[in-house]
T-cell receptor
């Protein structure tokens, strides 16, 4: 089954404790990205990756890091989480084969930073 | 500066009637538009899209209309069903070059009342 998976689905942590949210896709997509969803703000892109070892900032990259060492994986790293990073996070992937940007989303990770 | 706007945060419709969700955009360079549907505790799922070279695209009960001169698109659901109750996000994309993130609106919560 073609899918994007994220782990963990739920996480409660404390300020300053480094964490990683994993994302994996099995569709051989070149393009992956991370979004956060906040009430009244919709989905905002954090980082994206065009392919292995190619990443770039989205609209709200502050406080986040990413890496793309393998095509299927795109982890999101919070080196020192803060309460304003409490949010719902989505990983997404897409490919350019048809020239259009239809992104496939993972199920989401709800993060609470105390 | 919000490039994609969904001005109605919520909409209630009776079962069997038409649901019309609206979306406005400001960037005339957008050439591809998508609608995503999101249920609670799940990631957004792709619903329907339209290229800027078209003014209408239909898929079963769902039709998207694009008015480029007004920079406006709408999603029509006919007939509406209780299972359509979800948050709907409008998204837009520049010509896809691999690093073109989707720009999302804030979403409209549709409630279909039986």
């Amino acid at each position: 089954e073609a899918q994007v998976t994220q782990n963990p689905r739920y996480l409660i942590t404390v300020t300053g404790k480094k964490l990683t949210v994993t994302c994996s896709q099995n569709m051989n997509h070149e393009y992956m990205s991370w979004y956060r969803q906040d009430p009244g703000l919709g989905l905002r892109q954090i980082y994206y990756s065009m392919n292995v070892e190619v990443t770039d900032k989205g609209d709200v990259p502050e406080g986040y890091k990413v890496s793309r060492k393998e095509k299927r994986n795109f982890p999101l790293i919070l080196e020192s989480p803060s309460p304003n990073q409490t949010s719902l996070y989505f990983c997404a992937s897409s490919y350019s084969g048809n020239g259009y940007n239809e992104q496939f989303f993972g199920p989401g990770t709800r993060l609470t930073v105390l | 500066d919000q490039q994609v706007k969904q001005n109605s945060p919520s909409l209630s419709v009776q079962e069997g009637r038409i649901s019309i969700l609206n979306c406005d955009y400001t960037n005339s360079m957008f050439d591809y538009f998508l609608w995503y549907k999101k249920y609670p505790a799940e990631g957004p799922t792709f619903l329907i899209s339209i290229s800027s070279i078209k003014d209408k695209n239909e898929d079963g009960r769902f039709t998207v209309f694009l008015n480029k001169s007004a920079k406006h698109l709408s999603l029509h659901i006919v007939p509406s069903q209780p299972g359509d109750s979800a948050v709907y996000f409008c998204a837009a994309s520049l010509p896809f070059s691999g690093n073109t993130p989707l720009v999302f609106g804030k979403g409209t919560r549709l409630s279909v009342i039986a």
